[in-house]
Nanobody, 123 residues
Framework: QVQLVESGGGLVQAGGSLRLSCAAS????????MAWFRQAPGKEREFVAGIDYEGTRTWDADSVAGRFTISRDNTKNILYLQMDSLKPEDTAIYYC????????????????WGQGTQVTVSS
């Protein structure tokens, strides 16, 4: 079991920045690939960014490439998402997720999910 708790969401103006955190507890954090997903009202949950278990390889959705950066600190068991140049269309609940295998953009690969943190970007 892995327990995930997101924090850092809030209200920000377009063009601003936020940094999300996901604190992990339970099984060894460093053995999991991690990812951020988001879900806007009335839409499917979508992949945002992923990172391998070592933190040496990352992959992003086209919609956030160049604006969002995923990273992790395996000594502190924390996953981060630095979000810059935010747009109103980034408004969503953001979830972190853990996969005990190679990471993916597919939701079904991830076994553990946090409760989410709300990000609202005003125009």
């Amino acid at each position: 079991q892995v327990q995930l708790v997101e924090s850092g969401g809030g209200l920000v103006q377009a063009g601003g920045s936020l940094r999300l955190s996901c604190a992990a507890s339970g099984r060894t954090f460093s053995s999991f690939a991690m990812a951020w997903f988001r879900q806007a009202p009335g839409k499917e949950r979508e992949f945002v960014a992923g990172i391998d278990y070592e933190g040496t390889r990352t992959w992003d959705a086209d919609s956030v490439a160049g604006r969002f950066t995923i990273s992790r600190d395996n000594t502190k068991n924390i996953l981060y998402l630095q979000m810059d140049s935010l747009k109103p269309e980034d408004t969503a609940i953001y979830y972190c997720a853990a996969a005990p295998t190679i990471g993916s953009t597919r939701k079904g690969v991830y076994d553990y999910w946090g409760q989410g943190t709300q990000v609202t970007v005003s125009s």
